[in-house]
């Protein structure tokens, strides 16, 4: 099982970017599916999650929003109206619990995708 997060790049302050979180071994409609970002010199915080089997989110942040797309077996993090500060790795990644919902604590996911760089600078 293998999940992969594409989709970072440069971008300036107000623009946007779409990651996408694609996985092999695994249908991502069968667990829930976080995305967490670690700043230079942070700790890795959560930005949200999408719900197994459920388009129900958990967002920490109204600028942006999770999706998934079952016949791609890919979830989506919009993000939009960026800032400098949400400059960072940002991680994919499953929970294979079965818990209702979804959540923000990392303990929670067992499998991880490398990260893709998200930039925001002019």
């Known amino acids: 099982v293998q999940l992969q997060a594409s989709g970072g790049g440069l971008v300036q302050p107000g623009g946007s970017l779409r990651l996408s979180c694609a996985a092999s071994g695994l249908s991502l409609d069968s667990v829930a599916v976080g995305w967490f970002r670690q700043a230079p010199g942070k700790q890795r915080e959560a930005v949200g999650c999408i719900w197994r089997s459920h388009d129900g989110t958990y967002i920490r942040d109204s600028r942006f929003t999770i999706s998934r797309d079952n016949a791609k077996n890919t979830v989506y993090l919009q993000m939009n109206s960026l800032k400098p500060e949400d400059t960072g790795v940002y991680y994919c990644?499953?929970?294979?619990?079965?818990?209702?919902?979804?959540?923000?604590?990392?303990?929670?996911?067992?499998?991880w995708g490398q990260g893709t760089q998200v930039t925001v600078a002019r």
């Open positions: 990644a499953s929970d294979h619990t079965g818990v209702p919902g979804c959540s923000h604590s990392d303990q929670q996911y067992a499998i």
